[in-house]
């Protein structure tokens, strides 16, 4: 009868340690929501695809509404969003709250899973229609090349020329809107952009690189490549090299990068760069 008790007794003890180790193990991670409309590449700040239905720009969308007053986390909603990758996520959204207020907000998506916003500014409830800056020749009049971009009338204008020359050769443009990124891979880089999707990338006070994405179909390089072009259009700008990266289908072609669609030929550019970059692998 003894040892019957003792060996009731050890079990019961191996029972009850069993139940506390898995109360003590962590729950598995669960995996993060997939990116929708690819990644952010080359150019500071890139647009997100259905960013409504995105459910990373939600969480941040969720965050800022929390924080702003008449706000709640379950009636925002989204209208746009662009993303800058930092050490995690920069989210800059316009959202509207459940009292029908706009709201243009700047999010940080942490890599532990917190947000923080660091940006908040209301808008006008009845937003005036958006005005574009001039640029020259509608977008054709400056033509994007491997070592930098050729003006309308054919002057080049070279990588490493200083960046307040730039800017100056490039007035007719509109006045760009400069913004500084120091997550790039290359150190500190800072990106001047256009409405029409030009990005200008300058280090150490100097013109580095160039890229566009997202709203650029007008722009084209000195060989015809373009925004939405085919695949088959590559072979004009020269030597072309195609390999998989983390990007999806990377490409260079006569020393300009970028990548193409995936999915059903055939396949289209969805972004181009050249010089200096602030590509994300």
Not at 269 to 279: E, F, K, M, N, P
Request: proline fraction near 7%; charge should be positive.
């Amino acid at each position: 009868m003894r040892l019957k008790s003792q060996t009731l007794a050890a079990a019961t003890a191996a029972m009850i340690a069993g139940v506390l180790a898995a109360v003590a193990m962590p729950a598995a991670a669960q995996p993060a929501p997939p990116i929708i409309g690819g990644p952010p590449i080359a150019g500071g700040w890139s647009p997100v695809a259905d960013a409504a239905a995105n459910p990373r720009v939600l969480a941040a969308a969720r965050a800022a509404a929390g924080q702003l007053p008449g706000g709640n986390a379950a009636g925002v909603k989204v209208v746009s969003a662009r993303q800058q990758v930092v050490a995690g996520m920069n989210y800059q959204m316009e959202i509207v709250l459940a009292d029908g207020s706009h709201w243009d907000v700047t999010v940080w998506a942490k890599l532990d899973g917190g947000h923080e916003m660091t940006k908040s500014t209301r808008l006008p409830a009845t937003k005036p229609a958006p005005t574009t800056p001039p640029v020259a020749g509608g977008g054709s009049g400056l033509q994007l090349a491997a070592n930098g971009v050729v003006l309308s009338g054919g002057r080049p204008v070279r990588f490493g020329t200083p960046q307040a020359q730039v800017l100056s050769l490039l007035a007719a443009r509109g006045k760009a809107k400069l913004e500084m990124n120091s997550e790039c891979g290359a150190g500190p880089i800072e990106f001047a952009s256009w409405p029409d999707g030009l990005n200008l990338l300058f280090q150490d006070g100097k013109f580095g690189g160039w890229s566009i994405n997202d709203g650029g179909q007008k722009l084209a390089t000195t060989k015809g490549l373009r925004m939405g072009g085919l695949e088959t259009s590559l072979r004009a700008a020269g030597p072309v090299s195609i390999e998989r990266s983390t990007l999806g289908r990377e490409f260079t072609a006569g020393g300009i990068s970028g990548i193409l669609s995936e999915g059903k030929p055939p396949a289209k550019i969805t972004a181009l760069w050249a010089g200096l970059s602030c590509v994300f692998r």
